[in-house]
Structure formats: structure tokens, C-alpha cells
């Protein structure tokens, strides 16, 4: 009984020593708080057309823009009439910067039209398509006073270019 009775005398109980970790969570929280307002979450918002309101929609007279990326070319046309124009890839790069000055034109052709569709084949890189939505939503304009962001089509529909031997 001797024995036992020394094993229960040695026996501690063991604390749990959190200064450490409280140390740590001071340092931590503050930054985190002071780093979370440098970041910052840029949203756009598509308009994904409803297959059931394309139907109900009624035909009326006027342009819908409709540009078709391609990885070899973007053409820019009416849903109506066709391709208006085509940019032809160069040097492996798409020019968007002649893309933005005929959209411009468009804009001063039909300055109530707001909307835009844009189609892609599968193979466009998600890069192409990002260039093409800030080249089809805003024109950057070189003025006296410095530059300036024209309005041209914001309001992006997305969907599947057709085959490109279709003509629809």
C-alpha cells in the first residue's frame, strides 16, 4: 500500500498554458482586420438570357449587338442582318483596340442601345473573354483633361457561338 499510495501523491494535475496562443491571436486579429480592407472583390453582373422569355419576347425593328469570339477572329454583327465586321487575329494577339473604336461607332449609330451578347466557341481563353467584356462595356477616351471612360454597351448576355460554318 506504500506504493500506491506515493504514485497518487506524484500525480499533478496538468494546467493548459494559453498565454502563447492568446499572444498570438492579439497580433493576428488586428492584422487581419487592418489587411481585410486592401482586398477587394470586383463583381460584375450578367444578364443570362431564360429560354422561356426568348419565346415570349416580341420581334421588334432595331440593332442587337452580337459579338462572336472566336479564337481565330471576333465578329461583330446584328442578330438580324449578320456580321457587320470581323478582327482577324494578328501576331497571336486579337486587336482590341480596333474592336473598341468600331463598337464606338456602333454606339454613335444607336446611342439608346445598351445590351450586347457575346458567344464563345469552348476553346476561347478566359482572358480573350474578359478583354472583349471591358472593351464591349467601356470605351477609354484620350482627352485634354486626361482619360476618360465612355459608356458603350454594359449590360453583357453570355452564351455558345454557333458552329462557324453556321450562319445563324
Wanted: hydrophobic share 45%; proline share 5%; glycine share 6%.
Amino acid at each position: 500500500m506504500n506504493r500506491r499510495s506515493r504514485r497518487r501523491r506524484n500525480v499533478e494535475t496538468a494546467e493548459l498554458n494559453i498565454t502563447a496562443f492568446l499572444n498570438l491571436m492579439v497580433i493576428l486579429v488586428p492584422f487581419l482586420l487592418i489587411t481585410a480592407v486592401f482586398s477587394r472583390v470586383a463583381v460584375l453582373e450578367l444578364n443570362l438570357p431564360d429560354p422561356a422569355a426568348a419565346a415570349d419576347r416580341p420581334v421588334d425593328e432595331g440593332f442587337d449587338l452580337e459579338v462572336t469570339i472566336r479564337v481565330g477572329r471576333i465578329d461583330v454583327g446584328d442578330r438580324r442582318s449578320g456580321v457587320l465586321r470581323s478582327f482577324d487575329v494578328t501576331g497571336g494577339r486579337h486587336d482590341y483596340r480596333a474592336l473598341g473604336q468600331f463598337l464606338q461607332e456602333l454606339k454613335g449609330r444607336f446611342p439608346d442601345q445598351t445590351e450586347a451578347l457575346l458567344l464563345l466557341e469552348p476553346d476561347v481563353s478566359y482572358d480573350v473573354l474578359v478583354q472583349v467584356m471591358d472593351t464591349v462595356r467601356v470605351a477609354i477616351l484620350e482627352r485634354k483633361e486626361g482619360t476618360v471612360e465612355a459608356e458603350l454597351f454594359p449590360d453583357i448576355s453570355i452564351g455558345d457561338a454557333p458552329a462557324a460554318g453556321d450562319a445563324s
